[in-house]
Nanobody, 124 residues
Framework: ELQLVESGGGLVQAGGSLRLSCVVSGTAFDNYAYGWFRQAPGKEREGVACISTSDDSTLYEDSAKGRFTISTDNAKNTVYLQLNSLKPEDTADYYC?????????????????WGQGTQVTVSS
């Protein structure tokens, strides 16, 4: 059974950084592409970024461009999201997700199956 377990969230001051991790189990890591999305209380889900496990190509949604970096460590079956220059509006639950269409990106991020999330709170 596919499992995605996120960690690394917490409370940080504006301008600070966090690195989120997502350990993938229950499947060959390179079966899928992976991504991160977030959801703030009372708001709709918002895509952040995704990464291919076939060629390490990445896509960043508007919310992430210039401040966040997605990466993987195939040896550790782990997806990372580096969050820099955090702002209070980045406060949300962040979820790691698998893209069931395969290991390559198709021009947009797909979030088909996700973990329990990790909470990020940015204070002003």
């Amino acid at each position: 059974e596919l499992q995605l377990v996120e960690s690394g969230g917490g409370l940080v001051q504006a301008g600070g950084s966090l690195r989120l991790s997502c350990v993938v189990s229950g499947t060959a890591f390179d079966n899928y592409a992976y991504g991160w999305f977030r959801q703030a209380p009372g708001k709709e889900r918002e895509g952040v970024a995704c990464i291919s496990t076939s060629d390490d190509s990445t896509l960043y949604e508007d919310s992430a461009k210039g401040r966040f970096t997605i990466s993987t460590d195939n040896a550790k079956n782990t997806v990372y999201l580096q969050l820099n220059s955090l702002k209070p509006e980045d406060t949300a639950d962040y979820y790691c997700a698998a893209d069931f269409s395969g290991p390559s990106l198709s021009g947009r991020c797909h979030y088909d199956y996700w973990g329990q999330g990790t909470q990020v709170t940015v204070s002003s």
